[in-house]
C-alpha cells in the first residue's frame, strides 16, 4: 500500500506577527514543517507534497529536495490547499495523511496507529484530542451513537457546540481516492468564507462512507501554532521529549528545566549535561563528557571524555578528553585534537590545535596551526589582522610560546622553538631556536627610594597651598 503526504504550509500566519513565515518558525531548532516532512518520512511516505503559498520561496529553499511542492495562489481554506495536489495523486490508490504545516508535535506512533484504522471500509480517521480550553479549534461532533459525525470550526459553533472539548488536532489519514472525490463537493458557504477540508468528514458520511476518530492519549500532539504563546508551548513540551528521550539513553541532565537540546543533537551514554547548557543544530556529543554548567553548542562536534564549562562553541570540533573554559569562545573554524587545554577567557578562531597543546588563559588564537604539545603562555595572542586581510600563524610540535607574546602573522614558529615572554614577534622563528624581541631589562639602584621622597615633596606642596 502506498503512502502519500500532504502538508499545508500556504498560509500566512497573520498571528505570528512575523517577518517569517510562519512554517519556517523553528521549534527546537528545526522549522516546524522540517519537523513534519521528517515524520513523514519516518513512517515510510513514498510522496510528500507540502503546498505553499504565502513565503513559498522560503519554504522551497528550506526544504529543497526532501518535498514536492504545489502552489495554492490564493489561500481560500484548507480544502481548497489539499486540492491542489488533485493533480499530482488525486486518481492514485493508497492513503494519505493530511498533515498542517503549523503543527509540530504529532508523535510518529500516533500516524503508524491511524495507518492501521484506515483500512478498507475505512475512508478517513481524524485525530481527535479532548483538552481543557478548546478555544482555536474544530470541534468534534458525535452521533446519538458516539460516532464521529463531523466537524464544526469554532466560528460556526453554536454555544453548545463551544462547549466541546474534544477538538480536530488537524491530522488525518484517508483512503487517497474518496478524499480527493469527496474535496469536490466542499462549498465555503460557513462563517469564513473559506473551503474548509474538515467538511470532508461530513460529506464522506453522507456518502456512506465509514469515517472513525483516534483519540490521542497524549493531547500534546494537537498543538497548532498560530501565535508566539502557542510557539513557546510547543518549544517547552517538544524540548521535555527530547530531554527525555536523552535520559532515557543514559545521559544525565542534572536540571531538565534550564537545559536546551535541539531536535538535531545527538549525545552519547554517561555523559552529563549541567544545567543552563544550550546544544543546537548538527551538534554531536561522545560518551563520558561533562558538559557545562551553561555551555552554548552550535554545529559542534565532540568527542568522549571531554569537559566544557561556561563557554561557547560554535562549528567547532573537540577531541577526547579536551578540557574548555571555563569562559572560552570558540568560533567557527576551531579544531581542537586530543587532550588539549583550553583555559579561562580564551578565544579561538579557524586554528587547529593539535594533540596534548595548552592555551590555559586569556589568549587570542585565530588563523593558525599549532602542533602538538605546544605551550602558549598566559596572554599571548596571534596577530592575524593587518586591517585588510587575515594571515596565518604555524607554530611547531613543542614550542613554547610565552606569556604577553604577540606573533605577528603571518609567520612560522618551528619546532622545538623556544619564544621569551613579552616579546613582539615579526620574523619567523626556525627550529629549537630562542627568539626574544623585547627591550633588555636596566636597574638604577637607588632611585626608587629618590622618586618616592620627591613625590612625596610635591604632594606635601600641593596639599598647603590647597589648605590657606
Ligand atoms: C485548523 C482546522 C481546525 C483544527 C486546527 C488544528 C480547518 C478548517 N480547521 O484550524 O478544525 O482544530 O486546524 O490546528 O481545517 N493553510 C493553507 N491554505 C489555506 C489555509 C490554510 O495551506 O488556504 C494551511 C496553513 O498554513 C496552516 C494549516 O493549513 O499550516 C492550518 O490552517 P490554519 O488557518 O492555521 O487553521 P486553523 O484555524 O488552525
Ligand atoms: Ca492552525
Known amino acids: 500500500m502506498r503512502i502519500f503526504g500532504i502538508v499545508l504550509a500556504a498560509g500566512q500566519g497573520k498571528r505570528m506577527k512575523s517577518k517569517l513565515y510562519k512554517v519556517l518558525h523553528p521549534v527546537c531548532g528545526t522549522p516546524m514543517v522540517g519537523h513534519i516532512v521528517g515524520l513523514l518520512d519516518q513512517i515510510g511516505c513514498s510522496q510528500k507534497i507540502v503546498v505553499v503559498g504565502h513565503g513559498a520561496e522560503a519554504v522551497k529553499a528550506y526544504l529543497g529536495d526532501k518535498a514536492e511542492f504545489v502552489h495554492q495562489q490564493e489561500q481560500l481554506g484548507t480544502g481548497h490547499a489539499v486540492l491542489q495536489a488533485k493533480d499530482l495523486i488525486g486518481s492514485e490508490e493508497g492513503i494519505t495523511f493530511v498533515l498542517y504545516g503549523d503543527t509540530p508535535l504529532i508523535l510518529q506512533d500516533s500516524l503508524e496507529k491511524m495507518a492501521i484504522l484506515v483500512q ?146 545527538t549525545i552519547g551514554a554517561d555523559t552529563l549535561i549541567l544545567p543552563g547548557s544550550i546544544l543546537k543544530g548538527a551538534t554531536s556529543i561522545g560518551e563520558d563528557c561533562i558538559i557545562g554548567p551553561q555551555a552554548d553548542l552550535t554545529d559542534s562536534t565532540i568527542a568522549d571524555g571531554v569537559s566544557i564549562k561556561y563557554s561557547v562553541l560554535y562549528d567547532t570540533v573537540v577531541g577526547a578528553a579536551t578540557t574548555v573554559g571555563p569562559y572560552a569562545n570558540l568560533r567557527a573554524g576551531t579544531k581542537l585534537a586530543d587532550n588539549v587545554k583550553v583555559g579561562d577567557f580564551v578565544e579561538i578562531k579557524n586554528a587547529t590545535l593539535d594533540t596534548g597543546s595548552k592555551v590555559s588563559h586569556l589568549s587570542y588564537i585565530g588563523d593558525a596551526r599549532v602542533g602538538k604539545n605546544v605551550n602558549i603562555g598566559c596572554g599571548a595572542i596571534t596577530v592575524n589582522y593587518d586591517g585588510y586581510n587575515k594571515h596565518m600563524t604555524l607554530i611547531g610540535d613543542n614550542a613554547f610560546v610565552g606569556s604577553n607574546v604577540n606573533l605577528i602573522a603571518p609567520i612560522t614558529v618551528g619546532q622545538g622553538a623556544f619564544i621569551v615572554a613579552g616579546s613582539t614577534i615579526t620574523k619567523d622563528v626556525e627550529e629549537d631556536a630562542l627568539a626574544v624581541a623585547r627591550e633588555r631589562q636596566t636597574n638604577k639602584p637607588g632611585y626608587g627610594a629618590k622618586l618616592r621622597a620627591r613625590m612625596l615633596r610635591k604632594k606635601d606642596n600641593k596639599d598647603n597651598i590647597g589648605g590657606e
Not at 458525535?142 to 453548545?160: H, T
Request: glycine share 6%.
Open 120 to 265: 478498507d471500509e475505512v475512508a478517513a480517521v481524524v485525530m481527535t484530542a479532548e483538552i481543557d480550553r478548546p478555544t482555536g479549534y474544530g470541534r468534534i461532533l458525535r452521533d446519538d451513537q458516539n460516532l464521529l459525525a463531523g466537524i464544526v470550526e469554532e466560528k460556526d459553533c453554536s454555544p453548545e457546540q463551544k462547549a466541546i472539548r474534544e477538538i480536530n488536532t488537524g491530522i488525518y489519514c484517508f483512503d487517497n481516492r474518496k478524499l480527493f472525490a469527496a474535496l469536490e463537493e466542499i462549498t465555503n458557504n460557513n462563517a469564513s468564507g473559506e473551503y474548509y477540508l474538515t467538511d470532508v468528514i461530513q460529506i464522506l458520511r453522507e456518502r456512506g462512507e465509514k469515517v472513525v476518530s483516534y483519540l490521542t492519549a497524549d493531547s500534546s500532539e494537537a498543538v497548532g501554532v498560530n501565535d508566539r504563546l502557542a510557539l513557546a508551548e510547543a518549544e517547552e513540551i517538544m524540548r521535555q521529549r527530547i530531554n527525555r528521550q536523552h535520559m532515557l539513553r543514559g545521559v544525565t541532565i542534572k536540571d531538565p528545566a534550564t537545559t536546551y537540546i535541539d531536535a538535531t543533537v
